[in-house]
């Protein structure tokens, strides 16, 4: 069986301080201009919990429905939603981990999951971006000994 460390659960920052690391949690939000409750569900995420919030990154993915869907969507998008089982939005996703609408996530629902320490740091060496294609480089180093075996980072 291969492990698996969700790199959305993982992605941090090294400070200058020994062994001390700051989270950025991931927070992805599954929404559509074609969807009527997910409107509720954004208003929250930029009135209420962007404000009031720290360490965090914010991916919106347009889906294609209900109805023909967004315009703005991509296969890209679509298979997200497809890697979490999402058969409904508007939905998001804390750390591949908390599963709700966006109109019900508050600060102290997220502050539950910066709390949990960092698995990891990752330091970016380069980044380029050309037409579509964003290509990264950097180096991984796990805060504990994960032992050994087969790992994948998303």
Not at 40 to 63: C, F, L, W
Not at 120 to 145: E, K
Request: proline share 7%.
């Amino acid at each position: 069986m291969k492990k698996i460390i969700h790199l959305a659960m993982a992605i941090c920052i090294s400070l200058p301080l020994a062994a001390q690391v700051t989270r950025q949690t991931l927070i992805e939000v599954f929404t559509s201009s074609t969807c009527g409750p997910c409107a509720p569900g954004n208003a929250n995420m930029e009135n209420n919990v962007i404000p009031n919030i720290s360490d965090y990154t914010v991916i919106k993915y347009q889906q294609d429905f209900p109805g023909s869907g967004d315009p703005y969507r991509t296969p890209e998008a679509v298979n997200r939603r497809y890697y979490y089982g999402i058969n409904s939005i508007p939905r998001l996703e804390i750390d591949g981990q908390w599963d709700g609408n966006a109109q019900l996530l508050t600060p102290a629902i997220y502050n539950g999951f910066q709390a949990v320490p960092a698995y990891m740091t990752i330091d970016i060496t380069s980044a380029t971006y050309t037409g579509t294609t964003v290509s990264v480089s950097g180096t991984i180093t796990p805060l504990q000994d994960y032992g050994t075996g087969t790992y994948r980072y998303h």
